[in-house]
């Protein structure tokens, strides 16, 4: 059947059509949220074409692409973070003044020694820190774990009391498919190295000799060329 609108009607029309917070999308987050869960709205995806852009950023040895690649890398770190995390559930608690206390200007609410399963000290904790969580982990019955953030796998992992690795796989602390046989890094596949660890001396050699940046201080241009580059984050490469 022909459109009885004319091409400039129906763009018209179209445009008037809500992209988001539209009223069917407005009641069900409404419900989600009464329900306990909580979320992030319009959440852009890491992207697709880093690997290529690397890849052109390692034939073409320019600086400009090295810096881009830096900042891209760390874009994409972000979104691996968040996603690693966000077997995470966020509760809200309401009008909690009366199961709270107040430690050093701190709110702090107890919950039940049966509903804490594992105890995770972060990556940059201090020894001091560590202990007293482990120490609090053994009194609960609790796993404890050390949260890590490796040189060659994509998302932080954790490291048992013993030393052995372990991943988040469909919101489980499971141990991973395979570990470096140098570095213990978890491995997503069943290799005997990591990345990083299978880097050989030629490799290393060939690395410095082409990185843009020792090329520009062998010229003593490095200096002049950092403070002319722009100060604040550009664009990540999409």
């Known amino acids: 059947m022909a459109d009885p609108l004319t091409k400039e009607q129906r763009s018209e029309r179209m445009a008037r059509i809500a992209g988001k917070d539209t009223r069917p999308e407005m009641a069900v987050r409404r419900l989600i949220h009464q329900m306990g869960y909580r979320y992030r709205l319009h959440v852009r995806s890491p992207s697709e074409t880093l690997v290529s852009f690397a890849e052109m950023a390692a034939h073409r040895k320019k600086p400009k692409d090295a810096?881009?690649?830096?900042?891209?890398?760390?874009?994409?770190?972000?979104?691996?973070?968040?996603?690693?995390?966000?077997?995470?559930?966020?509760?809200?608690?309401?009008?909690?003044?009366?199961?709270?206390?107040?430690?050093?200007?701190?709110?702090?609410?107890?919950?039940?020694?049966?509903?804490?399963?594992?105890?995770?000290?972060?990556?940059?904790?201090?020894?001091?820190?560590?202990?007293?969580?482990?120490?609090?982990?053994?009194?609960?019955?609790?796993?404890?774990?050390?949260?890590?953030?490796?040189?060659?796998?994509?998302?932080?992992?954790?490291?048992?009391?013993?030393?052995?690795?372990?991943?988040?796989?469909?919101?489980?602390?499971?141990?991973?498919?395979?570990?470096?046989?140098?570095?213990?890094?978890?491995?997503?596949?069943k290799r005997d190295l990591c990345p990083w660890c299978s880097i050989d001396d030629a490799q290393r050699i060939e690395a410095a000799s082409n990185n843009p940046f020792r090329i520009l201080d062998h010229f003593e241009l490095l200096g002049e060329y950092v403070e002319g580059y722009p100060a604040g984050p550009r664009k990540p490469y999409k």
């Open 67 to 189: 810096m881009a690649l830096r900042n891209a890398v760390l874009y994409q770190a972000y979104f691996s973070k968040y996603l690693e995390w966000s077997y995470e559930q966020e509760v809200r608690a309401v009008n909690f003044e009366d199961y709270v206390e107040d430690v050093s200007g701190n709110k702090i609410l107890y919950v039940p020694k049966r509903c804490v399963a594992a105890v995770i000290s972060g990556a940059n904790s201090s020894p001091q820190a560590r202990n007293a969580l482990q120490k609090a982990a053994q009194e609960l019955g609790a796993d404890f774990f050390v949260g890590k953030i490796g040189r060659s796998y994509p998302t932080p992992y954790l490291i048992t009391g013993a030393g052995g690795g372990r991943v988040f796989a469909d919101g489980e602390i499971v141990p991973p498919i395979a570990e470096c046989a140098e570095c213990a890094e978890p491995l997503r596949d």
